[in-house]
Every structure is written in structure tokens, then in C-alpha cells.
């Protein structure tokens, strides 16, 4: 075995270990060898996972996160808008760390990945610093989705292009919740810098029929 080999083995069992003893939201919650599996329930048919994967040319790993959604797809075959996914079919939310552009979130560097432990201490250390990410950016996005929660509109204005059809889901998330969009929301959604919008008049015309 190589000595990077090697290396894997020990933090990818040390983080499992680690995301499982401190990762407490719901038992339909796992903690695999390499991913966080957010189950089906029999009240939710919406499911997600955040995976790490390691990069060879890297020599770290980048997290990459997915939602598929029964409800909000059913909702999108219903609206059938004239322009394409962001995302593969099925699914309603998909990221992984190298699109966070301008910024990084999971990594402490430019190239969106953490970089492989070499020692005892930076294994702890690295173990930390990734459960602290998924606690606080990655499975809280996720679960604010799989739950469909209000909360998933601002999720969306910050990062559209994650999402499948950004506009018809917080179109469908303000008429669940009876919300009114904000002028400010308004704004961003029309704002072309955003990219929220799929067809401006075809959305415009949804936003005065739902809302």
C-alpha cells in the first residue's frame, strides 16, 4: 500500500468516526465511509447526500452535495417551463465545492478542496474543520430543501445556480407557505447578475398567476 494510501485510510476511518459520534440531527441521518445520507422517511418521500471524494491530482478532497425532491419535481413537470435544469434529471439541488466561486466555504484554499491530513494532529484538526462546515453550511442547506422550508428562498438568492429551476422553487416555496416575496427578493430575482430567472416573461407571467 502507498503512502498516500495509507494516509487515506486513517483520516477517511478517523472522519467517519468523527461525523458519526458529533452529527445529531434525525435518525434518518447516516454516517457512511465517505457520505452523510439523509434517507426517505414515510413522511417525506425527499432524500440528499454530502460525499467527499478525494482528488488524486489535489491530493485532498472536495465535498459535493444532492437533493432529490418527489414534490417540487412533480410541481416542475406540472409548470413545464420552456427552458432547461441546471441540474440532471431528478434532481433538485447539486453542488459540489468547486463551483463555490469567489469564495470557499469547505476549503482554506483556492482550489475548493482540504487537503490530506499527514499526521496525527492535522487529522484531528482537518475532522474538525469538515464537521464544522457540514454542521453549519452543507446539511442545513440540504435539510432546508428536503424539508421544503421557507428558509430555502434565501438559500436559493444566494446560490441559484445549485438548484435544478431556482425560480420555480421559491415561486413554489412562497405559494406553500402563503409568503409574500419581499421588494428586496424581487430585486435579486430579476436582477440578471443573479440568474434566478429561466424566461423572464414566462416567469414574470407565473409570479402574477401563483402569487
Not at 447516516?30 to 465517505?34: I, Q
Not at 465535498?63 to 432529490?68: A, G, I, K, P, Q
Not at 410541481?75 to 440532471?88: L, V
Not at 469547505?106 to 483556492?110: I, S
Given at each position: 500500500?502507498?503512502?498516500?494510501?495509507?494516509?487515506?485510510?486513517?483520516?477517511?476511518?478517523?472522519?467517519?468516526?468523527?461525523?458519526?459520534?458529533?452529527?445529531?440531527?434525525?435518525?434518518?441521518i447516516?454516517?457512511?465511509?465517505?457520505e452523510?445520507?439523509?434517507?426517505?422517511?414515510?413522511d417525506?418521500?425527499?432524500?440528499?447526500?454530502i460525499g467527499?471524494?478525494?482528488?488524486?491530482?489535489a491530493?485532498g478532497?472536495?465535498?459535493?452535495?444532492?437533493?432529490?425532491?418527489?414534490?417540487?419535481i412533480?410541481?416542475?413537470?406540472?409548470?413545464?417551463?420552456?427552458?432547461?435544469?441546471?441540474?440532471?434529471?431528478?434532481?433538485?439541488?447539486a453542488?459540489n465545492?468547486s463551483?463555490?466561486?469567489?469564495f470557499?466555504s469547505?476549503?482554506?484554499?483556492?482550489g475548493?478542496?482540504?487537503?490530506?491530513?499527514?499526521?496525527?494532529?492535522?487529522?484531528?484538526?482537518?475532522?474538525?474543520?469538515?464537521?464544522?462546515?457540514?454542521r453549519?453550511?452543507?446539511?442545513?442547506?440540504?435539510?432546508?430543501?428536503?424539508?421544503?422550508?421557507?428558509?430555502?428562498?434565501?438559500?436559493?438568492?444566494?446560490?441559484?445556480?445549485?438548484?435544478?429551476?431556482?425560480?420555480?422553487?421559491?415561486?413554489?416555496?412562497?405559494?406553500?407557505?402563503?409568503?409574500?416575496?419581499?421588494?428586496?427578493?424581487?430585486?435579486?430575482i430579476?436582477?440578471?447578475?443573479k440568474?434566478?430567472?429561466?424566461?423572464?416573461?414566462?416567469?414574470?407571467?407565473?409570479l402574477?398567476?401563483?402569487?
Open positions: 500500500m502507498s503512502v498516500t494510501a495509507e494516509l487515506r485510510k486513517l483520516f477517511e476511518f478517523e472522519l467517519y468516526n468523527y461525523l458519526k459520534e458529533n452529527i445529531i440531527y434525525s435518525p434518518n447516516k454516517c457512511l465511509k465517505t452523510i445520507s439523509i434517507k426517505k422517511t414515510k417525506n418521500q425527499a432524500s440528499g447526500r467527499f471524494r478525494f482528488l488524486n491530482n491530493q478532497y472536495c465535498l459535493s452535495t444532492s437533493v432529490d425532491s418527489p414534490e417540487l412533480v410541481f416542475f413537470n406540472k409548470i413545464n417551463p420552456p427552458y432547461r435544469s441546471n441540474n440532471p434529471e431528478g434532481v433538485v439541488y453542488m465545492t463551483m463555490e466561486i469567489g470557499k469547505f476549503a482554506p484554499n483556492l475548493g478542496n482540504v487537503d490530506l491530513p499527514r499526521s496525527e494532529e492535522e487529522r484531528k484538526k482537518t475532522c474538525e474543520w469538515i464537521f464544522t462546515k457540514v453549519d453550511i452543507y446539511l442545513p442547506r440540504a435539510i432546508n430543501l428536503i424539508e421544503l422550508k421557507p428558509e430555502t428562498i434565501k438559500d436559493i438568492i444566494l446560490f441559484p445556480d445549485y438548484y435544478a429551476y431556482p425560480f420555480l422553487t421559491i415561486l413554489y416555496l412562497s405559494k406553500k407557505y402563503n409568503r409574500s416575496l419581499t421588494d428586496k427578493e424581487m430585486e435579486l430579476f436582477s440578471k447578475r440568474r434566478i430567472l429561466g424566461n423572464k416573461l414566462f416567469d414574470k407571467k407565473l402574477e398567476i401563483y402569487l
